[in-house]
């Protein structure tokens, strides 16, 4: 199972694009990245999720470079509201034993 | 749409007692999990159902933790007797689908059951 490593926590502005680096160096050749957001008290919420190149939707985009080693969370402006906790994974979404590691803990301030 | 159910919200128990944990998934997901969280820390996930059979329970303390899901829907997630470190939220998701090689799959998840151990 590929292991993930992500900063503890960030801080940021509102209005500023917000990058949170991923690295999981053994990661498998039918892995998937897949980034969730988790606020207090609730459950976590799916952001994305992408194999190679660059994935983007409504919410953010995930760069994922040809190594496939690393990769980033991309939230573009982010608000007051985009304050949680950041939770990047490896392998099977959802499941087939996730491992959720401690997660970036984003604070945007005004 | 509707989205996973738990209840309770919140429970307290004293060690040594037994609680359990209600989750209904969103309709039509196959997949149906429950994680432990304890404060501080990612989800762990306990038990993994797919319909009513049991995918993966390896992280799952046997001696004192069972599931079930008997109609391939509702499960309920037992804890017989509680200690104090089983103090945590427990959080049920569901997906359509797993595996590794289903994009798409992602697990949505309820608000979680927060059990407090005294």
């Known amino acids: 199972l590929a292991k993930t490593t992500q900063p503890i926590s960030m801080d940021s502005y509102e209005g500023q694009e917000v990058n949170i680096t991923c690295s999981h160096n053994?990661?498998?050749?039918?892995?998937?990245i897949t980034w969730y957001q988790q606020f207090p008290s609730q459950g976590p919420r799916f952001i994305i999720q992408g194999y190679k190149t660059k994935v983007t939707n409504e919410v953010a985009s995930l760069f994922i470079p040809a190594d496939r080693k690393s990769s980033t969370l991309s939230l573009p402006r982010v608000s007051l509201s985009d304050t949680a906790v950041y939770y990047c994974l490896v392998g099977a979404t959802g499941g087939f034993k996730t491992i959720f590691g401690a997660g970036t803990r984003l604070f945007v301030k005004a | 749409e509707a989205g996973v159910a738990q209840s309770p919200r919140y429970k307290i128990i004293e060690k040594r007692q037994s609680v359990a944990f209600w989750c209904n998934p969103i309709s039509g997901h196959a997949t149906l999990y429950w994680y432990q969280q304890i404060l501080g820390q990612g989800p762990k996930l306990l038990i993994q159902f797919q319909n009513n059979g049991v995918v993966d329970d390896s992280q799952l303390p046997k001696d004192r933790f069972s599931a079930e899901r008997l109609k391939g829907v509702d499960s309920t997630l037992k804890i017989q007797p509680a200690k104090l470190e089983d103090s945590a939220v427990y959080l049920c998701?569901?997906?359509?689908?797993?595996?590794?090689?289903?994009?798409?799959?992602?697990?949505?998840f309820g608000q979680g059951t927060r059990l407090t151990v005294v």
């Open positions: 053994n990661i498998a050749t039918n892995d998937y």
């Open positions: 998701a569901s997906s359509v689908a797993w595996g590794p090689h289903q994009p798409g799959t992602e697990a949505f």
